[in-house]
């Protein structure tokens, strides 16, 4: 690493993102901001005067796996300016720095304008100083690079208004703060312009969004300016709550050819009595008659839910329901976690009396009861045509080009490996499915 006043070279960050695709969003605005800021990006950390880590500490688990990743990178690169943004400074604030003091700068999304100037003013500390410059980027009204192939998250809003017993969110992002439709609008035309053929929208609650504009059926009308969209190929919804499902939104879906059959319906349980404990604002009929409805009025519906094992008050008859629950229901796919004490939470009082082994031993159940479902359902699809999405080479061998079915979300559903067929990266292309392991599959793209 060079020392000194150095101007003659490129001065190169790298960035590490963790968490959800949320938390992507954030990344791809500090990659902008810093790149327009003179420095040029690079994958190799090694190679890098400036590490980003865009950290998660949504529970414990992520909690350590961000000071963890902070460690590593900075026994990598130890002449490294390390910048730490994301939930870890906006959860912890004053703990962090005082147990990380090795990081140079702390920055929070809602500054993260500010982080170049804050990353020379780190260099210049330690004896490393630039040229002034500007990249020279296409102008943005976004302010945000594309990381993901074919595809980009579009955040819809940030923070929650609700109150679940297990959360931290609200504590962590604050209330919910929804983008102006317009504006979000204006965003979806740039990146489509970037090559997004699909457009993922995410939000804590997407449900609620424009609640707080004072919008009445805000996601529905979003949704229709989003499908006028000529460049845009597939909308994907994710984080749809149960509770303020809006009524007209299966309608919507079966008269669209963008707005993907796929719903991401998160549950949590189903227990009644669970549910309450949760203070989940909806219970176990609630959510039955939901899903039901919802595949009866768009045929050929995909639903994807999230689970919880392990809530202080979950007893094995509270479990067995669930697992009854995702057996009958034949939930397409499926997620699951183990209850984590969160500070901040109201279940934080309630301690943590369910043993490690036992969440586990559920969470493994849950997972066995969805796999057999799902091998049935991916052998079922052999020898069938459908539309997907191609991302790249694989990054297990460039002989394999690798992508997604129309059905497949990004980095939770599995992935589709093509083994014969040309296409372009984000294209979107015909493939005959020829071979399924776990919850990935095999094709061949068809002209």
């Not at 020898?383 to 997604?404: D, F, H, N, W």
């Amino acid at each position: 690493m060079l020392l000194g006043n150095d101007l003659s070279r490129e001065f190169l960050y790298t960035i590490i993102s963790l968490g959800c695709p949320k938390n992507r969003v954030d990344t791809e605005k500090m990659m902008f901001v810093m790149s327009n800021g003179g420095y040029s990006f690079t994958e190799s950390p090694p190679d890098a005067d400036v590490i980003i880590i865009n950290t998660c500490a949504f529970i414990e688990l992520a909690t350590e796996e961000s000071i963890n990743t902070i460690l590593d990178y900075m026994e990598e690169n130890p002449d490294a300016i390390m910048v730490v943004a994301g939930c870890l400074p906006m959860r912890y604030k004053a703990e962090a720095a005082e147990s990380l003091p090795e990081v140079d700068i702390f920055i929070e999304p809602d500054n993260m304008a500010d982080l170049p100037a804050l990353v020379d003013e780190a260099m210049r500390a330690s004896g490393k100083t630039k040229s002034v410059s500007v990249k020279g980027l296409k102008q943005s009204a976004i302010g945000r690079l594309i990381t993901t192939p074919g595809y980009a998250y579009l955040r819809v809003s940030d923070g929650c208004d609700r109150k679940c017993a297990y959360c931290s969110i609200p504590s962590i992002r604050g209330r919910m703060k929804s983008e102006p439709p317009e504006k979000l609008e204006k965003e979806a035309l740039e990146l489509a312009s970037r090559g997004a053929n699909e457009l993922i929208l995410v939000a804590q609650d997407l449900c609620s969004y424009g609640i707080d504009l004072k919008i009445r059926n805000g996601l529905e009308l979003l949704l229709e300016r989003l499908n006028r969209m000529d460049a845009v190929s597939w909308i994907r919804l994710m984080y749809l709550h149960p509770n303020g499902f809006p009524k007209g939104l299966p309608d919507l879906i079966r008269n669209s050819e963008k707005i993907l059959p796929y719903l991401d319906i998160p549950i949590q349980h189903i227990s009644a009595r669970i549910l309450k404990d949760m203070k989940r604002p909806w219970n176990s009929d609630a959510i039955k008659k939901l899903f039901d409805s919802v595949r009866e009025r768009v045929p050929g519906i995909v639903l994807r839910t999230t689970v919880m094992v392990g809530y202080p008050t979950e007893t094995d008859a509270d479990f067995r329901e669930l697992s009854n629950f995702i057996e009958s229901y034949q939930i397409e796919r499926v997620g699951v976690f183990t209850y984590s004490a969160e500070e901040g939470s109201a279940a934080f009082a309630l301690g943590d009396p369910v043993s490690t082994e036992v969440k586990q031993a559920r969470a493994d159940e849950i997972v066995e009861i969805h796999s057999r479902f799902l091998e049935k359902r991916n052998s079922s699809r052999i020898g069938a045509i459908e539309p997907a999405i191609v991302e790249g080479y694989s990054e297990e061998t460039e002989l394999l080009l690798q992508g997604r079915l129309w059905d497949q979300a990004p980095e939770v559903d599995g992935a589709l490996f093509i083994t014969d067929g040309n296409a372009v990266a984000g294209g979107i292309y015909d493939v005959r499915i020829n071979e399924c392991v776990g919850t990935d599959l095999f094709g061949e793209i068809v002209v």
